[in-house]
Each structure stands twice: as structure tokens, then as C-alpha cells.
């Protein structure tokens, strides 16, 4: 049921939606990758992942800083508090990403366009300054 609701509204969002360029699923992990342009990061992909009593959302953000790590960390802790449903945490290999999950019971269309919204609004405004801040010489190259 919850699969077929993402379903759905990951095909409208494609349809849509000019900053959703596409939509992969992969059955076995029950994953969605919804892909998305962006203005300050080109492109980024949001999984959304059905778990057995949640959905949990992450997009990648950055490797680990090159430089600067307590300021990287410090800049993206202090925005923590100013997003809903959403966190910047450690994931794989030491990359930052942007997290969160919901109840499965919550799962609305609504919901998910909130997600999507959410997500995008955090990475275009977080993605500049952490990116200054924590590759600065490969910037000045």
C-alpha cells in the first residue's frame, strides 16, 4: 500500500515537477532515488527507503571536509535546529548527509512533498558555505 502511494507520487513528481529529472526504484531494498537539480548543488539524490515501520529519507551533501572540520561541523550543527524533520549526520565513508524518518502511518502525499521540498531548501542553502568552508583551497584550486 505505502509502496504504491510513493509509487504514484514519485510519477506525478517526474511528470510534474521541472526539478525532479528522474525516479529509480529498487525493489529489493524497497528504495526510491529521486533525483533532483539544483541551482547551488547541480544535482542531488534524495532515497527515500520503506522500512518495516518507517520511511527514512537521506540525500548526500559533502565527503568529509579536505579543511576547516570544526567550523564544517559547527556550521552544519547550528543548522540542525532550524530545519523540521531534518538533520545533517555522519554517514557512510565519512560524507555528510541530510536525514530523517517518519512514522509510516505518516506517509501522505503531503508528507512526501514536504520531504522533497524540505530536503531541497536545506541543500541549496547549506551546500554554498559548507562547501567554503571545509574545501577552501580546492576551490581556490
Not at 526510491?32 to 539544483?38: E, L
Not at 514536504?114 to 531548501?121: A, N
Request: net charge negative; proline share 4%.
Amino acid at each position: 500500500m505505502l509502496s504504491a502511494l510513493i509509487d504514484e507520487w514519485a510519477a506525478a513528481e517526474l511528470a510534474a515537477n521541472p526539478v525532479v529529472v528522474a525516479v529509480e526504484f529498487d525493489p529489493a531494498e524497497r528504495r526510491w532515488f529521486v533525483r533532483v537539480t539544483g541551482e547551488e548543488k547541480d544535482v542531488s539524490t534524495i532515497r527515500l527507503t520503506l522500512r518495516q515501520r518507517t520511511l527514512h529519507h537521506e540525500t548526500f551533501l559533502l565527503p568529509a571536509p579536505d579543511e576547516n572540520q570544526a567550523r564544517f561541523y559547527d556550521y552544519l550543527l547550528r543548522r540542525n535546529h532550524e530545519m523540521y524533520g531534518l538533520a545533517f549526520e555522519i554517514g557512510e565513508e565519512d560524507g555528510v548527509f541530510l536525514a530523517g524518518q517518519i512514522d509510516g502511518r505518516a506517509v501522505t502525499e503531503d508528507e512526501l512533498d514536504r520531504i522533497l521540498g524540505s530536503t531541497y531548501v536545506a541543500v541549496e542553502r547549506c551546500f554554498p558555505q559548507a562547501l567554503r568552508i571545509g574545501f577552501a583551497a580546492s576551490l581556490r584550486g
